[in-house]
């Protein structure tokens, strides 16, 4: 289960930064080329988050759309699984994915 590691390191991270305060919300970017899916990610942070101020906060897991940058002409433009693809601008194959590998806490809130 390696999604399970990935959940668990961010969520130690987390813990690290609110200080032990009790933490409302949570928000996990995930992207669609990364491993796992929303619903082990769900699970993941229960059992990593049992017992710390992050038990009982409200989980939002937002999916990430791959995108990649053209190496030729420097747009960016979506995706879908395959990353090979021609530019469709200038039609160069130089490419790089610049969105879409997304596995972390994007932000957390704190409870007043
Ligand atoms: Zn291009």
């Known amino acids: 289960m390696h999604e399970f590691s990935l959940v668990k390191k961010e969520v130690e991270k987390a813990l690290g930064k609110v200080a032990g305060k009790k933490v409302s919300r949570v928000k996990f970017l995930l992207g669609r080329m990364a491993h796992g899916n929303p619903q082990s990610i769900r699970e993941a942070f229960k059992i990593a988050a049992a017992g710390t101020a992050l038990s009982g906060a409200e989980l939002e897991v937002v999916v990430v759309e791959p995108k990649v940058k053209c190496g030729g002409c420097g747009k ?3 995706v879908d ?3 090979n693809l021609s530019c469709p601008h200038c039609n160069s194959k130089s ?5 879409g590998e997304e596995c972390y806490i994007e932000n957390i ?4």
């Open 76 to 78: 960016v433009f979506n």
């Open 81 to 83: 699984k395959e990353i």
């Open 95 to 99: 490419n790089e994915l610049v969105s």
């Open 109 to 112: 809130e704190i409870e007043d």
